[in-house]
T-cell receptor, first 113, second 114 residues
Framework: AQSVTQPDIHITVSEGASLELRCNYS??????LFWYVQSPGQGLQLLLK??????LVQGIKGFEAEFKRSQSSFNLRKPSVHWSDAAEYFC???????????FGSGTQLTVLP | DSGVTQTPKHLITATGQRVTLRCSPR?????VYWYQQSLDQGLQFLIQ???????AKGNILERFSAQQFPDLHSELNLSSLELGDSALYFC?????????????FGPGTRLTVT
């Protein structure tokens, strides 16, 4: 079955530190991949997407993600985290015959001052 | 602001009741999706409409139904509500140009069933 896995339920980093959030997918072929962020009480905002081509994609708010086919991964990174980045992050995939997004379970990010 | 609007923002109702959630997609988007976010199930796809027609169905209960109107807004109808239906319901929209498209989410409607 098609699935998206985010192994880390909760990550805590200090402000200014680097960040990497993990995402793995299980699909027959490479799906389209997305990262969304959800701030408390808010909807989901699209950070970045990968459809094809360059495996390092840049997004909004200084985020980037790297697609690695060999590892079936699409990890999200940020070189220096700001307190306003505290939120829940969702990896999602769109592939196969499905027209809808399949979401991972989310990673809650806490940023320490 | 994604351009997708949802009303109401909050809804509190009793078990057994029926409610309607409304969504207006971004200007130009023809496809509307409904998702349910709950603590135990996470984010789950419910149903998709494209230009007024049902396109795909996910984990949507028979008590739930949706439709998309000629002006492209969509409504999600939830009936015979149970405590377990308490969740955040999101609407998303996309242009749907082939498969290479992204979905933009509204702020959600928080439903509380008491």
């Amino acid at each position: 079955a098609q699935s998206v896995t985010q192994p880390d339920i909760h990550i805590t980093v200090s402000e200014g530190a680097s960040l990497e959030l993990r995402c793995n997918y299980s699909y027959g072929a490479t799906p389209y991949l997305f990262w969304y962020v959800q701030s408390p009480g808010q909807g989901l905002q699209l950070l970045l997407k990968y459809f094809s081509g360059d495996t390092l994609v840049q997004g909004i708010k200084g985020f980037e993600a790297e697609f690695k086919r060999s590892q079936s991964s699409f990890n999200l990174r940020k070189p220096s985290v700001h307190w306003s980045d505290a939120a829940e992050y969702f990896c999602a995939a769109l592939g196969g015959s499905a027209r809808q997004l399949t979401f991972g379970s989310g990673t809650q990010l806490t940023v320490l001052p | 602001d994604s351009g997708v609007t949802q009303t109401p923002k909050h809804l509190i109702t009793a078990t057994g009741q029926r409610v309607t959630l409304r969504c207006s997609p971004r200007s130009g988007d023809l496809s509307v999706y409904w998702y349910q976010q709950s603590l135990d199930q996470g984010l789950q796809f419910l149903i998709q409409y494209y230009n007024g027609e049902e396109r795909a169905k996910g984990n949507i209960l028979e008590r739930f139904s949706a439709q998309q109107f000629p002006d492209l807004h969509s409504e999600l109808n939830l009936s015979s509500l149970e405590l377990g239906d308490s969740a955040l319901y999101f609407c998303a929209s996309s242009v749907e140009a082939g498969r290479a498209y992204e979905q933009y989410f509204g702020p959600g409607t928080r439903l509380t069933v008491t």
